[in-house]
């Protein structure tokens, strides 16, 4: 199987005002992150302030404000941390999978897309950011789109299909399986198993009817 290449994130989604360059200004720029996702699981983020977030990662409100301009820069920032480990733990799993079914590869990223929500602290309330701005990850696009293209540039080695068929189908699929995901979680706080088959049905049918079977 080809490489895959490494995962893209948007330089928009990293909103800071400096980079942390010495370790210890890294480190305090992880707690701020680490203390805004414990907050929004126990608060919203609605009610959620950068004094919040501050005393909970134990620094200074000036300190934050060294980094960040308000409080929804350090949930852009959280969110963005949020997509690149969504986009490195699927293209860690797709390196496995060799050439098999899109059942495998959708599979995999829905299991993934699951198992963040279930345990990643933050992310069940603000998933990849639509709740506070549908453009939160990047100004020139929408959340969704900016998922789509890096899922495409992971899937687009394994794929021999035009980049733009396979973005269009990728961005189909991924509407279809937000939509459905949404219910899931709705009708029950984990994601209503019969819900989560339903979704994974649904677009494993439709990429294998739109490219064939093997991916």
Excluded: C
Aim: proline letters at 4%; hydrophobic letters at 45%; aromatic letters at 6%.
């Amino acid at each position: 199987m080809s490489d895959i290449q490494a995962a893209k994130v948007p330089a928009e989604a990293t909103p800071l005002r400096r980079q942390p360059v010495q370790q210890r200004s890294a480190k305090r720029v992880e707690q701020m992150l680490d203390a805004s996702a414990a907050l929004i699981d126990e608060l919203g983020y609605d009610a959620l302030t950068t004094t919040l977030i501050a005393k909970r990662a134990g620094v200074a409100v000036g300190s934050l404000y060294q980094f960040f301009p308000d409080k929804r820069a350090v949930v852009q920032a959280l969110t963005a941390r949020n997509l690149e480990r969504f986009v490195g733990a699927v293209n860690e799993r797709l390196k496995q999978l060799g050439p098999e079914h899109w059942w495998d590869v959708v599979d995999s990223i829905l299991d993934i897309y699951l198992e963040m929500h279930r345990t990643v602290p933050g992310f069940s309330k603000v998933h990849f950011g639509d709740i506070i701005d549908r453009q939160l990850l990047d100004e020139t696009r929408d959340n969704n789109a900016v998922i789509v293209d890096s899922l495409t540039d992971l899937v687009a080695t394994q794929v021999d299909q035009p980049v733009e068929d396979l973005r269009f189908a990728i961005g189909i699929a991924n509407e279809v399986a937000d939509a459905l995901l949404k219910l899931a979680f709705r009708q029950e706080p984990r994601g209503d198993e019969k819900i989560v088959a339903e979704a994974k049905y649904v677009v494993k049918g439709y990429l294998a009817a739109r490219f064939g079977e093997q991916s």
